[in-house]
């Protein structure tokens, strides 16, 4: 994986995948959601905002999958995958059963980032009130 963004509360891996798959993380590990402070929410929400257009735009996928799982990873962070009926998955989820054969979709992939980045400028927000 590599990395593609990062800010004070925020950084995105590029998954080695078949498919075009980001991963947004929080820097500071939280293990649920519901312990993220607003402004690091709402960063994440315009992030995964972002992408999924971007991927839509660019790929013109027949969907986009969002997930954020961290069984594994107790960690918070989630998972943006363009997806396509003939990616060998599809309609299942990309780690479930693989139903047909795998067709490479990332290789226009270094464009699609040098695309996106710009558009990933960090947020400013408001300080919150104590």
Do not use: C
């Amino acid at each position: 994986m590599s990395r593609v963004y990062e800010d004070d509360h925020l950084f995105i891996e590029v998954q080695n995948s078949h498919i075009p798959w980001l991963k947004v993380f929080t820097k500071k590990v939280y293990k649920e959601f519901s312990e993220v402070p607003l402004k690091v929410k709402l960063q994440i929400l315009s992030k995964l905002d972002t992408i999924e257009r971007e991927m839509l735009s660019f790929f013109n996928p027949a969907k986009i999958n969002i997930a954020s799982f961290g069984n594994e990873l107790p960690h918070v962070h989630f998972h943006i995958m363009a997806r396509f009926e003939d990616d060998g998955y599809f309609p299942n989820p990309i780690w479930g059963e693989q139903i047909g054969e795998t067709k490479d979709y990332t290789a226009d992939m270094d464009r699609f980032l040098e695309s996106l980045e710009p558009k990933l400028e960090p947020m400013v927000l408001e300080e919150e009130e104590d």
